[in-house]
Antibody, heavy 120, light 107 residues
């Protein structure tokens, strides 16, 4: 089955760190760019970060630049998001999503998400 | 950065009505525009890409149009299962910005 499964969410104190993972299966992971998108409770979708298929190109939203680091391991079919210096406003469901990059960089497969709560 | 603005923020329509949602980009993005549907409590789902190409499996009552800065998502005959929030997204270059969403309800 073609799917993405996120893990690693939880409750963390402001200033703390968390590492999210996204396990891919059922497709050739190394052929796709990958993304993190988040959704705060009751709010809309916010793109967070993207990484190209070979990790050559990495992008971040201004809201997380310098605090979050995206990475991937194509041998393990896995995507990661290292989140440091977490703030209350980072509280959200974090989704991973794939895209084919270039002119086809729309997100055609999403995971079910993992909830990150930043609170003291 | 290019901003994406959707209108309206919410709408209520009757079953069978034609529904139109608008998305405006602050700069031209040719047709690098996707539409997503997110039903309550569910994961976002790709409906349309390249402004007007229907993702396989999406009902034909959904259609998209536009290029440059102005785009529309149309539901030709609203069904109860279409209750959801709809988002546009630009994907020509980073950042891959989403619109703020349009919540569609049944009257």
């Amino acid at each position: 089955e073609v799917q993405l499964v996120e893990s690693g969410g939880g409750l963390v104190k402001p200033g703390g760190s968390l590492r999210l993972s996204c396990a891919a299966s059922g497709f050739t992971f190394s052929s796709y760019s990958m993304n993190w998108v988040r959704q705060a409770p009751g709010k809309g979708l916010e793109w967070v970060s993207s990484i190209s298929s070979s990790s050559s190109y990495i992008y971040y939203a201004d809201s997380v630049k310098g605090r979050f680091t995206i990475s991937r391991d194509n041998a393990k079919n896995s995507l990661y998001l290292q989140m440091n210096s977490l703030r209350a406003e980072d509280t959200a469901v974090y989704y991973c999503a794939r895209d084919l990059g270039g002119t086809t960089a729309y997100f055609d497969l999403w995971g079910r998400g993992t909830l990150v709560t930043v609170s003291s | 950065d290019i901003q994406m603005t959707q209108s309206p923020s919410s709408l209520s329509a009757s079953v069978g009505d034609r529904v139109t949602i608008t998305c405006r980009a602050s700069q031209g993005i040719t047709t690098y525009l996707a539409w997503y549907q997110q039903k309550p409590g569910r994961v976002p789902k790709l409906l349309i890409y390249a402004a007007s190409t229907l993702q396989p499996g999406v009902p034909s009552r959904f259609s998209g149009s536009g290029s440059g800065t102005d785009f529309t998502l149309t539901i030709s005959s609203l069904q109860p299962e279409d209750v959801a929030t709809y988002y546009c997204q630009k994907y020509n270059s980073a950042p891959w910005t989403f619109g703020q969403g349009t919540k569609v309800e049944i009257k």
